[in-house]
Nanobody, 124 residues
Framework: QVQLVETGGDWVQPGGSLRLSCAASEMIFSGYTMGWYRQAPGKRRGLVAV???????AYADSVKGRFTISRDNAKNTVYLQMNSLKPDDTAVYYC??????????????????WGQGTLVTVSS
């Protein structure tokens, strides 16, 4: 079964830190570039960080220097260390492959598969 389980979200004051974790099914994780995405209220989901199977990382400009993505290939898990958090970082955070994993439904359409996400709230 295909699964993505994100954990670690919480409320934190501006300037604080959080570490998110995502346990993924092997068919999504193994050998693929993984990413962290986020969706703020009223906005579209967007990619904030990616890491290749070999460990090369890239970041959106908005989080560069503050967030660090990492992965444990033995555990099929990807992490996001978030430091110097700002109110604009408030969002539901999701992990997925890049591009997002898709499955074929009974109607013959390809649908993206997502986990439930984890909510990060940054406020004073």
């Amino acid at each position: 079964q295909v699964q993505l389980v994100e954990t670690g979200g919480d409320w934190v004051q501006p300037g604080g830190s959080l570490r998110l974790s995502c346990a993924a099914s092997e068919m999504i994780f193994s050998g693929y570039t993984m990413g962290w995405y986020r969706q703020a209220p009223g906005k579209r989901r967007g990619l904030v960080a990616v890491i290749s199977s070999g460990g090369s990382a890239a970041y959106a400009d908005s989080v560069k220097g503050r967030f660090t993505i990492s992965r444990d290939n033995a555990k099929n898990t990807v992490y996001l260390q978030m430091n110097s958090l700002k109110p604009d970082d408030t969002a539901v955070y999701y992990c997925n492959s890049d591009p997002p994993y898709q499955r074929l439904d009974v109607g013959g359409r390809y649908l993206e598969v997502w986990g439930q996400g984890t909510l990060v709230t940054v406020s004073s």
